[in-house]
């Protein structure tokens, strides 16, 4: 019963460096998400992916990147950490069709200093 | 933005049914009502979803309005590890499933 996996669970980061969030999930689902949750609100989309190829920006894209280039996977990739990406990164995944719910990660715990 | 209202906090006494209520006077007709919870630190966990029928599952029910302006969570027997963030979403079904979350309600449920 693996569903999704985040790895690391927790990272501090220097100002400046870069780092992979990886996320994988077992169940074949096409659908993919990267969120992020600041203290006290709620989750933010910064990317999705709806199958291997295929991605696009969500509500806060700036300072990520992403890559979707099997379907189990789906990296989020910070290129020069910033005080401001310093948050709780839920990585989801659903299956294809209406109504699906969308099953989450356990979360990283990203701090930059 | 979210397009829905929850209060921010709740105290329900354990065993007892918790109601949680969600305004969302702007729903569209095609769009459903989520509702997830997420446990201290943990990810997100879905619980139901309804367009305009009532809903229920082994985890809870779900009453929408007649006029679909708002809907009621209800947990039938709360337990202390029903304690956590309750997030009432209105989605477009067959939308790319991207889900706008608010701030939530925190229900405490206490002994």
């Known amino acids: 019963n693996a569903g999704v996996t985040q790895t690391p669970k927790f990272r501090i980061l220097k100002i400046g460096q870069s780092m992979t969030l990886q996320c994988t999930q077992d169940?074949?689902?096409?659908?993919m998400y990267w969120y992020r949750q600041d203290p006290g609100m709620g989750l933010k989309l910064i990317y999705y992916?709806?199958?291997?190829?295929?991605?696009d920006k969500g509500e806060v894209p700036n300072g990520y990147n992403v890559s979707r280039s099997t379907t189990e996977d789906f990296p989020l990739r910070l290129e020069l950490a910033a005080p401001s990406q310093t948050s709780v990164y839920f990585c989801?995944?659903?299956?294809?069709?209406?109504?699906?719910?969308?099953?989450f990660g356990d979360g990283t715990r990203l701090s930059i200093l | 933005d979210a397009k829905t209202t929850q209060p921010p906090s709740m105290d329900c006494a354990e065993g007892r049914a918790a109601n949680l209520p969600c305004n969302h006077s702007?729903?569209?007709?095609?769009?459903?009502v989520y509702w997830y919870r997420q446990i201290h630190s943990q990810g997100p966990q879905y619980i139901i979803h309804?367009?305009?029928n009532n809903e229920t599952n082994e985890m809870a029910s779900l009453i929408i309005t007649e006029d679909r302006k708002s809907s009621t969570l209800i947990l039938p027997h709360a337990t202390l590890r029903d304690t956590a963030v309750y997030y009432c979403?209105?989605?477009?079904?067959?939308?790319?499933?991207?889900?706008?979350f608010g701030k939530g309600t925190k229900l405490s449920v206490k002994p």
């Open positions: 169940m074949n689902h096409n659908y």
């Open positions: 702007t729903i569209s007709g095609n769009e459903y």
């Open positions: 979403i209105v989605q477009y079904g067959g939308s790319q499933g991207n889900l706008i």
């Open positions: 989801a995944s659903r299956q294809t069709g209406i109504n699906q719910p969308q099953h």
């Open positions: 309804g367009l305009k």
């Open positions: 992916s709806v199958g291997a190829g295929i991605t």
